[in-house]
């Protein structure tokens, strides 16, 4: 297993030494936009897998003490990046944010397209969606190719609240979250957690050292992301389509071109889908898989972190 692992992540250096290719196996392929035509940064990294990572706080003002990890692990080869959370506090059932809301039980996360801005929660801006799914259509876990690649708990479901705060460590793969290409990356964004009408309870940058927003230590560096830098980030948040429309219900996509079409906004498939784009090849398998990791796994180390080893977190493929 491990050895197919490493010979399928050697394919995208092979598909660069030809100069002719360009990464794609049909004639027909779509003319890539020049932003789409890069390279993964670690090319000549010898490691087939990359992090990252987010510290998602509430703000010392709200005293709320939310405090939330995420780590993301990536592969070279495309398969589906794997997603790793733990609540370390501040996530109680029957949550109303000081009293000052309706009570919650539980929480929504989406990686947000912009870094935060002096630490404000709203200068993340919307969620990452990079291929312009717009949130007109209500994402169905079911089918995550039609969800906004950032909406994480519409596609995974939300963090539910405990008693005590804590959520032990969990982990998920999703096809859809991306370290390449740039422009499809989850790095030099960042997450937002959500409590009553989606209030936003706290946020984190997602740092790496393959962008240069984290020292090999990984601490901050504060510097902008060599991926997603300023110049390349939105400057607001789009605007989205109401009503909200829920355009399955099934468990069967019902997405034949006559249903897209009769759909009321855009639906940007297929257009230029993330299966297209140079350099990135969708895992086998659209659905994702969830592990529950153990619950005196120590949460401070840096990436890589135990249990990302494929034998230990029961990897099926
Ligand atoms: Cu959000």
């Not at 992540?9 to 004639?27: I, Y």
């Not at 801006?125 to 994402?139: K, R």
């Amino acid at each position: 297993m491990l050895s197919s692992l490493l010979t399928l992540a050697t394919l995208p250096f092979l598909a660069f030494a030809l100069p002719s290719s360009n990464g794609l196996d049909s004639s027909s392929a779509p003319i890539l936009p020049r932003s789409l035509q890069v390279r993964p940064r670690w090319e000549d990294d010898t490691s087939p897998t990359v992090w990252a990572r987010a510290d998602v706080k509430s703000t010392e003002a709200s005293k709320l003490d939310i405090h939330v990890r995420f780590e993301f692990e990536g592969y070279l080869d495309g398969t589906p990046t794997f997603v790793k959370i733990k609540a370390l506090s501040g996530l109680y059932s029957n949550f109303t944010n000081g009293g000052t809301q309706p009570a919650v039980n539980s929480f929504a996360y989406h990686i947000h397209t912009n870094p935060l801005v002096n630490g404000s929660f709203a200068s993340a801006f919307a969620h990452l969606d990079t291929l312009n799914l717009t949130e007109g259509y209500i994402c169905n876990p079911a089918f995550p190719k039609y969800c906004q690649n950032g909406d994480l708990s519409g596609k995974h479901g939300n963090l539910n609240g405990t008693s005590n705060g804590k959520i032990p460590a969990f982990a998920y793969s999703d096809d859809f979250v991306r370290f390449f290409p740039e422009e499809f990356s989850l790095l030099g964004r960042s997450i937002i957690l959500h409590g009553f009408n989606k209030t936003r309870l706290a946020g984190g940058d997602i740092i790496s050292p393959y962008d240069g927003t984290a020292d090999v230590h990984w601490n901050p560096t504060g510097k902008p992301s060599t991926y997603n830098p300023p110049s390349s980030l939105p400057t607001r948040a789009p605007v989205q389509p109401t009503p909200a429309i829920i355009w399955s219900n099934g468990t069967v996509a019902d997405l034949n071109r006559t249903k897209l079409d009769s759909l009321p906004y855009p639906f940007p498939f297929p257009l230029l889908g993330i299966s297209e784009s140079l350099n990135v090849k969708l895992g086998s398998k659209e659905n994702t898989k969830g592990i529950k990791l153990p619950t005196n796994e120590p949460s401070d180390e840096a990436p890589p972190f135990k249990g990302s080893q494929l034998g230990t977190w029961g990897w099926s493929w």
